[in-house]
């Protein structure tokens, strides 16, 4: 797997684009490697910081662009688990909802 940036999550003056922008500093290729496959669709991926969720989309074969997205949009499942392993806590999510 393979990081590419996307402009749109990390320049917010272009014009027209849309999409959440990616905090300063994230390590995004570290984000695509811990993250896990969308168990219902291939070619997403999620991922936490700890504070947020990320969603990896795979744009082209092997290459993927991720940012953020409300812990709503995470697979019920992978937010089961990443509570039960303490990778996040619930004040969190219901913060970032």
Known sequence: MRYEPNPKHKEPWQRG?????C???IDAAALLAESVA???KPGKRYATDGTLAYCGHEHAPGCWHGFPVEWRSVPEKLRRQ??????VT???V???W
């Not at 684009?17 to 922008?21: E, I, M, N, T, V």
């Not at 990443?82 to 990778?87: G, H, Q």
């Open 90 to 92: 619930r004040r969190t």
């Open 38 to 40: 969308d168990p219902d």
């Open 82 to 87: 990443w509570l039960a392993a303490k990778l």
């Open 17 to 21: 684009a849309r999409g959440s922008l």
């Open 94 to 96: 219901r913060e970032h």
């Open 23 to 25: 905090p300063p500093g």
